[in-house]
């Protein structure tokens, strides 16, 4: 069975970890390999150690887990653009369990989240041009590909990113 609860301190190395496995898999051919092989383990393990040990107020980490191991996550930044709303900065689920409705699920609890502090605002998420499988996700969650610009790589590469926005943010969690 399917939990969702608020992450804590002593969640940042599974996240991390988790983060880490969803690059290697999901952007393999985007990002280098020797990036994703060698580097992208320590360097996201980094990117937890810094948010948790400087956490923002408008930061709010969801976590989805099957029988007490993690198996999915999203982060959002409350209210993060004046234009935009929300950002859902990370969406990731464990390949074990997609297609289950677990990211549909984190999505619609960080949208009410979102909602709750922040009443009518939109709602929002950057994602590379070529993940196509997230994008069409994406899409099926009501998002608008808004635009599309260059973003510079953590592996030093550049890639075109979309913004996909919902106008207002209950319209994420009420498809």
């Not at 999915?72 to 297609?99: K, M, R, W, Y």
């Not at 709750?116 to 899409?139: D, S, T």
Request: aromatic share 10%.
């Amino acid at each position: 069975m399917i939990t969702f609860r608020t992450a804590s301190p002593q969640d940042e190395a599974a996240i991390a970890q988790l983060h880490a496995e969803s690059w290697q898999k999901h952007y393999r051919g985007i990002f280098s390999d020797e990036y994703l092989d060698q580097q992208v383990v320590k360097e996201r393990a980094e990117v937890w150690a810094e948010r948790f040990a400087h956490p923002l107020e408008s930061r709010h980490l969801i976590l989805a887990e099957n029988e007490g191991q993690l198996c999915g996550f999203a982060c959002i930044e409350l209210n993060e653009d004046p234009v935009f709303g929300t950002l859902l900065d990370n969406l990731h689920v464990s390949s074990h369990v997609q297609g289950q409705g677990i990211g549909a699920q984190l999505m619609q609890r960080a949208a009410q989240l979102a909602e709750a502090q922040h009443p009518g605002i939109g709602f929002y998420l950057w994602v590379l041009e070529e993940n196509h499988k997230a994008r069409m996700f994406y899409e099926l969650m009501g998002a608008i590909i808004q635009e599309a610009v260059p973003h510079d790589n953590p592996d030093g590469g550049t890639s075109m990113v979309c913004r996909c926005i919902w106008h207002r943010t209950a319209d994420v969690y009420k498809r």
